[in-house]
């Protein structure tokens, strides 16, 4: 056994305190054994008294915890059922006399022999404990070769293999390009650019570039009237204002006025109205033509430098044995496609079709809704199309939202509503059929004219609207034939279905319903007629249906809330029956990383290995909820889905290619404030015209932009970040307010009411290193340097209650598009408005400890609790730091520490632990100043509740009241992208 070592779980320390720490807070029964075996023969007056006494045996303990009763599963429990059983309290009373004498208080220096008693108390424990406790606990989540220990060191080892692998992701990638240099190659190049053809379209005889508008002024006028102004209603009376037309030189007076401007401009694609009889019902619906909305994204100048032509295979290294996924073109599916054309159309360009549908309400009372088509082409970036002020979703229909409650056979109901869908969705989708097989020419925002065939690539919905698709049965996988009974088991075989007998069940209609209903039957289909992908070339409609993390991982937002939690709050619960909770953690832990790993914007093989384990760990643990009742089985359609998740990777690129939660946002921009925009009388005819105009003048402004600024060419930093996003790798900027919160605190003030309990020799040590950036200081000559400088010239400074930073969301493929606020608050204790007490928040921060800024993991960081965020007065800077060369940072923040990361997470949970750290040889929290920039973000800690949680703890002061704490990796991706 080394120097400081638990028999019963191997687990080292650094010292007996940790050793006895460990001990106190482990749920492993061996332990919890010897922590109180050795804990009964502690002197009461010892150092380590105070941290290792349970409440029960000190009664001006000032921590109460709540009787446990009952649990959390709505039953109670005998102390028996937590594996406190009187054979094992009769195992610790027979042990209790066997120790030798333990003068722990002895001021004896000889270490061996101090290490030599404890190694001898511990083997007698070990003589007489059950032989099932002397190891792990006796529930592992894994076996292999007999080994109970081996599935804890894998679980365990997670972490350390996910550091190498994502510090891989960040190395140079080598590409090999398709082996024909005419796949995506132009035919032709014309004369004009998009640019130039528009200008001439709109362009009056005096050149102005705001034409139609006579002005600028009235182009701006007209931009926010469409995009951000009032209804028709509120804009007539606007314009009715004697003079306010003429103060401004409009040319209109009335909203229909400006309307009758804005149909001046260039069209977009336009809504056709078509009515469908079915089963003697009559529906409307509005769509475009697909082929004029593909080339109306495929043309926009605006999209010209970042369109991708041509397949290329990605590698993180020079052999190529190590692939990358991220973007559309680096998947398998449009190689394959590629290689299939250059047979018969070499020199093809490739059009993957990208098509989501979703119903969504229009209206907060009576349930009025809308069901919306959106398309977009995977030639575009995913930066790009996820971005809805970019246009590059195109609404393409309006599908009818009837419910048929006249039909009182549901069956029949059901029935009719999937043939309204396919017949609607035919009449949008057909017109890929031609295009797909002979192609068409394209001319892009360049100039440059390829032959283009768009082929419907990816389906991007919900589950219900996966089986609408694939015409398949409730519970049943949209992908592949898995039995319903077989939905839990990750063994069982899925194979993506074939299509060819799908299509030959669907021909089958023309021979009569019934030779159809059992066609349909004996393919596992629906019998639906039209069926919109019946014809479509190179087009498997199993393999089109994407991945969707928001709704089969998150389920919207509140439950991604409560993901950020999960894991703290089972870590210490415990279990009925005495039953281990180490397979309830877990299959939670497992559960969070796949929802987590799901979401790299940047795959490798390596990590769709850890995307397969974590998956395969919640399975082999997820018998837990059997066991406690929650659950009778796992088949469930969400779940199984996640076995796919590999493949569609591998096939169409990483999940942020098709996630439904960038058509969940453009329901408000294209269905919402169009509906708001109506008079609620032929709604769709109207919102489908402000749509056309909403779009015609976003077309116009981005032209203007273009002229304004003279170029389309991107920054060569944004096609870096096309090609090869920086994963993982956020950055953050800066906000502070320009005033401070509060002008004047003194140090006194600082010490009551912020914590400051160092303040002064901190900033003090902290002057003196700003002073010498480039020594090194040794602890005496520091202590040199302190004295040197004496008692601080002031006392008082002005104080900062928020910390902002913007960061480019490390899930994001580039850092010019994406952003989300870090706030970290820094506030004492105050009354309301109402003069009701709020409590004071000082936020915990993950620091930078030292100057290397390519980190991995938690490598360089340290965890601490901000309890001040200051400046330095003037007078100080200038006789502390009167070379201009050597300054101070402007803002300084009081930092109490937490212990450092020097082990790796914990094994069961993968979780960091730290407690609070206090100076050497007192009970003070070690402290110190630091430059606000050294601030990585804010992070979250769970306290270790242990079984119960004491009442007095609250979000207030549970920081105080609690000393061991887990860094929570789950509170957002940048934490997850930096912690483990």
Same mark, same amino acid.
């Not at 400046?871 to 803002?891: C, G, I, S």
């Not at 993968?910 to 050497?920: D, G, N």
């Not at 703890?953 to 549970?958: A, D, Q, R």
């Given at each position: 056994?080394?120097?400081?070592?638990?028999?019963?779980?191997?687990?080292?320390?650094?010292?007996?305190?940790?050793?006895?720490?460990?001990?106190?807070?482990?749920?492993?029964?061996?332990?919890?054994?010897?922590?109180?075996?050795?804990?009964?023969?502690?002197?009461?007056?010892?150092?380590?008294?105070?941290?290792?006494?349970?409440?029960?045996?000190?009664?001006?303990?000032?921590?109460?915890?709540?009787?446990?009763?009952?649990?959390?599963?709505?039953?109670?429990?005998?102390?028996?059922?937590?594996?406190?059983?009187?054979?094992?309290?009769?195992?610790?009373?027979?042990?209790?006399?066997?120790?030798?004498?333990?003068?722990?208080?002895?001021?004896?220096?000889?270490?061996?022999?101090?290490?030599?008693?404890?190694?001898?108390?511990?083997?007698?424990?070990?003589?007489?404990?059950?032989?099932?406790?002397?190891?792990?606990?006796?529930?592992?989540?894994?076996?292999?070769?007999?080994?109970?220990?081996?599935?804890?060191?894998?679980?365990?080892?997670?972490?350390?293999?996910?550091?190498?692998?994502?510090?891989?992701?960040?190395?140079?990638?080598?590409?090999?390009?398709?082996?024909?240099?005419?796949?995506?190659?132009?035919?032709?190049?014309?004369?004009?650019?998009?640019?130039?053809?528009?200008?001439?379209?709109?362009?009056?005889?005096?050149?102005?570039?705001?034409?139609?508008?006579?002005?600028?002024?009235?182009?701006?006028?007209?931009?926010?009237?469409?995009?951000?102004?009032?209804?028709?209603?509120?804009?007539?009376?606007?314009?009715?204002?004697?003079?306010?037309?003429?103060?401004?030189?409009?040319?209109?007076?009335?909203?229909?006025?400006?309307?009758?401007?804005?149909?001046?401009?260039?069209?977009?694609?336009?809504?056709?109205?078509?009515?469908?009889?079915?089963?003697?019902?009559?529906?409307?619906?509005?769509?475009?033509?697909?082929?004029?909305?593909?080339?109306?994204?495929?043309?926009?100048?605006?999209?010209?430098?970042?369109?991708?032509?041509?397949?290329?295979?990605?590698?993180?290294?020079?052999?190529?044995?190590?692939?990358?996924?991220?973007?559309?073109?680096?998947?398998?599916?449009?190689?394959?496609?590629?290689?299939?054309?250059?047979?018969?159309?070499?020199?093809?360009?490739?059009?993957?079709?990208?098509?989501?549908?979703?119903?969504?309400?229009?209206?907060?009372?009576?349930?009025?809704?809308?069901?919306?088509?959106?398309?977009?082409?995977?030639?575009?970036?995913?930066?790009?199309?996820?971005?809805?002020?970019?246009?590059?979703?195109?609404?393409?229909?309006?599908?009818?939202?009837?419910?048929?409650?006249?039909?009182?056979?549901?069956?029949?109901?059901?029935?009719?509503?999937?043939?309204?869908?396919?017949?609607?969705?035919?009449?949008?989708? *057909?017109?890929?059929?031609?295009?797909?097989?002979?192609?068409?020419?394209?001319?892009?925002?360049?100039?440059?004219?390829?032959?283009?065939?768009?082929?419907?690539?990816?389906?991007?919905?919900?589950?219900?609207?996966?089986?609408?698709?694939?015409?398949?049965?409730?519970?049943?996988?949209?992908?592949?034939?898995?039995?319903?009974?077989?939905?839990?088991?990750?063994?069982?075989?899925?194979?993506?279905?074939?299509?060819?007998?799908?299509?030959?069940?669907?021909?089958?209609?023309?021979?009569?319903?019934?030779?159809?209903?059992?066609?349909?039957?004996?393919?596992?289909?629906?019998?639906?007629?039209?069926?919109?992908?019946?014809?479509?070339?190179?087009?498997?409609?199993?393999?089109?249906?994407?991945?969707?993390?928001?709704?089969?991982?998150?389920?919207?937002?509140?439950?991604?809330?409560?993901?950020?939690?999960?894991?703290?709050?089972?870590?210490?619960?415990?279990?009925?029956?005495?039953?281990?909770?180490?397979?309830?953690?877990?299959?939670?832990?497992?559960?969070?990383?796949?929802?987590?790993?799901?979401?790299?914007?940047?795959?490798?093989?390596?990590?769709?290995?850890?995307?397969?384990?974590?998956?395969?760990?919640?399975?082999?643990?997820?018998?837990?909820?059997?066991?406690?009742?929650?659950?009778?089985?796992?088949?469930?359609?969400?779940?199984?889905?996640?076995?796919?998740?590999?493949?569609?990777?591998?096939?169409?690129?990483?999940?942020?290619?098709?996630?439904?939660?960038?058509?969940?946002?453009?329901?408000?921009?294209?269905?919402?404030?169009?509906?708001?925009?109506?008079?609620?009388?032929?709604?769709?005819?109207?919102?489908?015209?402000?749509?056309?105009?909403?779009?015609?003048?976003?077309?116009?402004?981005?032209?203007?932009?273009?002229?304004?600024?003279?170029?389309?060419?991107?920054?060569?930093?944004?096609?870096?970040?096309?090609?090869?996003?920086?994963?993982?790798?956020?950055?953050?900027?800066?906000?502070?307010?320009?005033?401070?919160?509060?002008?004047?605190?003194?140090?006194?003030?600082?010490?009551?009411?912020?914590?400051?309990?160092?303040?002064?020799?901190?900033?003090?040590?902290?002057?003196?290193?700003?002073?010498?950036?480039?020594?090194?200081?040794?602890?005496?000559?520091?202590?040199?340097?302190?004295?040197?400088?004496?008692?601080?010239?002031?006392?008082?400074?002005?104080?900062?209650?928020?910390?902002?930073?913007?960061?480019?969301?490390?899930?994001?493929?580039?850092?010019?598009?994406?952003?989300?606020?870090?706030?970290?608050?820094?506030?004492?204790?105050?009354?309301?408005?109402?003069?009701?007490?709020?409590?004071?928040?000082?936020?915990?921060?993950?620091?930078?400890?030292?100057?290397? *800024?390519?980190?991995?993991?938690?490598?360089?960081?340290?965890?601490?609790?901000?309890?001040?965020?200051?400046?330095?007065?003037?007078?100080?800077?200038?006789?502390?730091?009167?070379?201009?060369?050597?300054?101070?940072?402007?803002?300084?923040?009081?930092?109490?520490?937490?212990?450092?990361?020097?082990?790796?997470?914990?094994?069961?949970?993968?979780?960091?632990?730290?407690?609070?750290?206090?100076?050497?040889?007192?009970?003070?929290?070690?402290?110190?100043?630091?430059?606000?920039?050294?601030?990585?973000?804010?992070?979250?800690?769970?306290?270790?509740?242990?079984?119960?949680?004491?009442?007095?703890?609250?979000?207030?002061?549970?920081?105080?009241?609690?000393?061991?704490?887990?860094?929570?990796?789950?509170?957002?991706?940048?934490?997850?992208?930096?912690?483990?």
């Amino acid at each position: 056994m080394t120097k400081f070592e638990c028999p019963a779980c191997k687990t080292p320390a650094l010292s007996y305190q940790g050793y006895r720490t460990h001990l106190r807070l482990s749920q492993n029964p061996a332990c919890q054994q010897l922590f109180h075996l050795l804990h009964s023969y502690v002197p009461s007056d010892s150092s380590d008294s105070d941290e290792l006494t349970e409440p029960e045996d000190n009664p001006d303990n000032d921590v109460h915890p709540v009787t446990f009763e009952g649990d959390y599963f709505g039953s109670s429990y005998t102390p028996e059922d937590f594996g406190q059983s009187q054979d094992a309290e009769e195992t610790v009373a027979n042990c209790q006399g066997s120790l030798p004498d333990l003068n722990l208080d002895s001021d004896s220096s000889d270490e061996e022999e101090y290490n030599t008693d404890i190694d001898a108390a511990e083997q007698a424990i070990l003589e007489v404990l059950p032989e099932t406790s002397r190891g792990a606990p006796a529930l592992t989540p894994y076996q292999d070769n007999g080994d109970e220990q081996s599935g804890v060191e894998e679980f365990s080892s997670s972490s350390i293999r996910r550091q190498a692998i994502d510090e891989r992701l960040r190395n140079a990638i080598h590409i090999e390009k398709f082996p024909s240099a005419l796949a995506g190659a132009p035919i032709h190049q014309r004369r004009q650019d998009n640019d130039l053809r528009y200008q001439a379209d709109v362009s009056d005889e005096t050149n102005n570039l705001y034409a139609p508008c006579s002005s600028r002024l009235e182009w701006e006028f007209v931009r926010w009237a469409k995009l951000r102004g009032p209804g028709a209603t509120a804009m007539t009376e606007l314009l009715k204002i004697d003079g306010f037309s003429e103060r401004l030189g409009l040319s209109f007076t009335t909203n229909n006025g400006l309307n009758t401007l804005i149909d001046t401009l260039p069209d977009r694609p336009r809504f056709c109205r078509e009515e469908i009889l079915i089963a003697g019902h009559s529906f409307e619906f509005y769509y475009r033509n697909i082929i004029d909305c593909i080339k109306a994204l495929w043309g926009d100048p605006e999209f010209a430098p970042y369109l991708v032509f041509a397949p290329e295979r990605h590698y993180q290294d020079r052999e190529k044995e190590v692939r990358l996924y991220h973007e559309m073109h680096t998947g398998d599916w449009w190689w394959e496609i590629q290689e299939e054309f250059e047979k018969s159309h070499s020199g093809a360009t490739i059009i993957p079709v990208i098509i989501s549908s979703d119903k969504t309400q229009v209206t907060l009372f009576r349930n009025k809704t809308a069901y919306p088509v959106y398309m977009t082409i995977g030639n575009l970036p995913k930066f790009i199309r996820r971005k809805p002020s970019r246009y590059a979703q195109i609404l393409i229909a309006y599908l009818p939202t009837t419910k048929l409650t006249q039909i009182k056979v549901k069956a029949s109901r059901r029935r009719i509503l999937a043939n309204l869908f396919h017949t609607c969705m035919s009449f949008v989708i *057909n017109p890929l059929i031609p295009a797909g097989k002979d192609g068409m020419n394209l001319s892009s925002g360049d100039g440059a004219v390829r032959r283009g065939f768009p082929i419907f690539a990816g389906f991007v919905g919900d589950y219900p609207e996966q089986l609408l698709v694939t015409a398949r049965k409730n519970s049943e996988c949209p992908v592949g034939d898995a039995e319903r009974d077989e939905l839990g088991d990750l063994d069982s075989e899925c194979i993506p279905r074939d299509i060819v007998p799908l299509r030959q069940a669907l021909r089958s209609v023309k021979n009569g319903y019934d030779a159809f209903y059992k066609a349909c039957s004996a393919a596992g289909i629906k019998p639906v007629q039209n069926v919109f992908w019946l014809n479509l070339p190179h087009t498997n409609i199993h393999l089109c249906i994407t991945p969707d993390v928001l709704h089969q991982l998150f389920q919207g937002t509140e439950h991604a809330q409560i993901c950020q939690l999960m894991l703290g709050i089972v870590i210490d619960m415990r279990l009925p029956n005495g039953l281990s909770s180490d397979r309830l953690i877990h299959a939670v832990r497992s559960v969070l990383d796949f929802l987590y790993l799901a979401q790299y914007p940047v795959h490798s093989t390596e990590t769709l290995k850890s995307l397969d384990n974590v998956l395969q760990r919640f399975h082999d643990n997820k018998q837990i909820f059997v066991d406690l009742g929650i659950r009778q089985h796992f088949n469930i359609p969400k779940i199984h889905y996640c076995k796919h998740y590999t493949s569609f990777i591998k096939r169409l690129g990483t999940t942020d290619n098709y996630s439904t939660e960038y058509t969940e946002r453009l329901h408000i921009d294209t269905t919402k404030d169009a509906y708001a925009a109506t008079n609620r009388k032929d709604e769709f005819r109207q919102m489908t015209v402000w749509l056309e105009r909403k779009e015609k003048v976003a077309q116009h402004d981005h032209y203007i932009q273009r002229r304004l600024e003279g170029t389309t060419i991107p920054s060569t930093f944004d096609l870096v970040m096309m090609r090869h996003p920086p994963v993982l790798v956020p950055h953050r900027e800066l906000l502070m307010s320009k005033h401070p919160s509060v002008a004047s605190v003194t140090f006194s003030r600082l010490l009551s009411a912020y914590g400051t309990k160092d303040f002064e020799y901190c900033l003090t040590e902290y002057v003196v290193k700003a002073q010498a950036p480039d020594h090194h200081f040794t602890a005496a000559s520091l202590r040199v340097a302190i004295d040197r400088i004496g008692f601080v010239p002031f006392y008082k400074v002005a104080v900062y209650h928020r910390i902002k930073f913007t960061e480019h969301d490390p899930y994001s493929t580039t850092r010019s598009t994406e952003f989300v606020a870090d706030a970290i608050h820094v506030e004492p204790e105050r009354k309301d408005k109402y003069g009701r007490p709020v409590p004071g928040r000082f936020d915990t921060v993950l620091i930078k400890v030292n100057s290397n *800024n390519d980190f991995s993991g938690v490598k360089g960081y340290r965890v601490g609790q901000v309890r001040c965020v200051f400046t330095l007065p003037k007078a100080a800077l200038k006789e502390w730091f009167p070379l201009p060369h050597v300054q101070p940072a402007k803002y300084l923040v009081y930092i109490d520490w937490f212990t450092q990361f020097k082990h790796g997470p914990e094994p069961n949970h993968l979780m960091y632990k730290v407690c609070h750290a206090f100076r050497p040889g007192e009970d003070a929290r070690l402290a110190s100043v630091v430059p606000v920039e050294n601030i990585h973000q804010s992070v979250h800690l769970y306290p270790k509740f242990g079984p119960v949680a004491p009442q007095e703890w609250k979000s207030s002061n549970v920081l105080d009241y609690c000393d061991t704490f887990f860094l929570n990796d789950f509170l957002d991706r940048s934490t997850y992208a930096t912690v483990y």
